[in-house]
């Protein structure tokens, strides 16, 4: 295991997924360092969304290894530095939430499970919420049921819930499908500012848009391995290095 201190956000060696018996990820070598702004790019169901949840545990590893910030996902307990946004807002369990209580719930890792919150958490709380809400221009939506709102309007909520963390790490999974040109652009803009002090982020990807030019890195996989990598400045791609596909 590596010194937590020095540890990067994330790293997997040979992780290797199966679903129903079959191979999703073929076993993945990564690395992802402080500061970098990586696109996970490949074709439908080569096993992007898999990567990332792999990535925060969210799906078990059939061989191989994955740590974040040097710990494995089971003994991590930094969350409220890692924002997650999935590719869809997960089903309400009947309860009906509004955009502001989903956009709330992001910052549920930062609370103390002790201690009430003072006052001046609760002022911090309140003011992250809303800055993670004008991010993503949905102020006035706040009190709107959050499953009435269209397909873009939920991936936006779901944005600023991640937003509203201020996490060290953004991990998103399709952040801008479906989304408008004009919040395309917002996010950009918002993610731009966010990296230029230094946080991290991992994107999933199938049109990069006005995030092409944050990214530091991207790696492309194909049925669960990958099958390039390329640097921001690199004159040309690198062939995936690591097990032929
Ligand atoms: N819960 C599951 N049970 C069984 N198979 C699954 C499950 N989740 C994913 N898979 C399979 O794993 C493969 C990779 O899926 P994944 O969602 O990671 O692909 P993807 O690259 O993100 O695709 P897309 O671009 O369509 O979102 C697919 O063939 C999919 O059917």
Same mark, same amino acid.
């Not at 992802?32 to 490949?42: I, K, T």
């Not at 949905?138 to 991640?162: K, P, T, Y």
């Given at each position: 295991?590596?010194?937590?201190?020095?540890?990067?956000?994330?790293?997997?060696?040979?992780?290797?997924?199966?679903?129903?018996?079959?191979?999703?990820?073929?076993?993945?070598?990564?690395?992802?360092?402080?500061?970098?702004?990586?696109?996970?790019?490949?074709?439908?169901?080569?096993?992007?969304?898999?990567?990332?949840?792999?990535?925060?545990?969210?799906?078990?590893?059939?061989?191989?290894?994955?740590?974040?910030?040097?710990?494995?996902?089971?003994?991590?307990?930094?969350?409220?530095?890692?924002?997650?946004?999935?590719?869809?807002?997960?089903?309400?369990?009947?309860?009906? /939430?509004?955009?502001?209580?989903?956009?709330? =719930? %992001?910052?549920?890792? +930062? !609370?103390?499970?002790?201690?009430? @919150? #003072?006052? &001046?958490?609760?002022?911090?709380?309140?003011?992250?919420?809303?800055?993670?809400?004008?991010?993503?221009?949905?102020?006035?939506? /706040?009190?709107?049921?959050?499953?009435?709102? =269209? %397909?873009?309007?939920? +991936? !936006?909520?779901?944005?600023?819930? @991640? #937003?509203? &963390?201020?996490?060290?790490?953004?991990?998103?999974?399709?952040?801008?499908?479906?989304?408008?040109?004009?919040?395309?652009?917002?996010?950009?803009?918002?993610?731009?500012?966010?990296?230029?002090?230094?946080?991290?982020?991992?994107?999933?990807?199938?049109? #990069?848009?006005?995030?092409?030019?944050?990214?530091?890195?991207?790696?492309?996989?194909?049925?669960?391995?990958?099958?390039?990598?390329?640097?921001?400045?690199?004159?040309?791609?690198?062939?995936?290095?690591?097990?032929?596909?």
């Amino acid at each position: 295991m590596t010194d937590p201190r020095h540890a990067p956000p994330f790293e997997m060696t040979g992780a290797l997924v199966r679903r129903d018996g079959r191979e999703v990820l073929g076993g993945i070598d990564l690395r992802v360092d402080a500061g970098d702004v990586l696109a996970v790019l490949g074709p439908n169901g080569s096993g992007k969304s898999t990567l990332v949840k792999a990535l925060l545990g969210l799906v078990p590893l059939a061989a191989g290894r994955t740590e974040i910030y040097g710990e494995p996902p089971a003994r991590f307990r930094g969350w409220q530095r890692i924002g997650y946004v999935p590719q869809r807002l997960p089903a309400g369990g009947g309860v009906p /939430a509004t955009v502001r209580e989903v956009v709330a =719930s %992001g910052r549920v890792a +930062r !609370r103390s499970r002790w201690l009430p @919150a #003072l006052l &001046g958490d609760r002022a911090a709380e309140r003011d992250a919420v809303d800055r993670a809400l004008k991010a993503v221009d949905l102020a006035d939506r /706040a009190r709107d049921s959050a499953h009435l709102l =269209s %397909g873009g309007e939920q +991936r !936006r909520v779901l944005i600023a819930r @991640a #937003l509203a &963390g201020e996490p060290d790490v953004f991990v998103m999974d399709e952040p801008t499908a479906g989304v408008d040109t004009r919040n395309q652009a917002a996010l950009a803009s918002a993610l731009h500012e966010l990296t230029r002090g230094g946080r991290t982020v991992v994107l999933v990807a199938h049109e #990069l848009g006005p995030m092409e030019p944050l990214l530091t890195r991207t790696i492309e996989l194909g049925q669960g391995r990958v099958v390039r990598e390329t640097r921001a400045g690199d004159a040309h791609e690198t062939p995936a290095t690591g097990r032929p596909a």
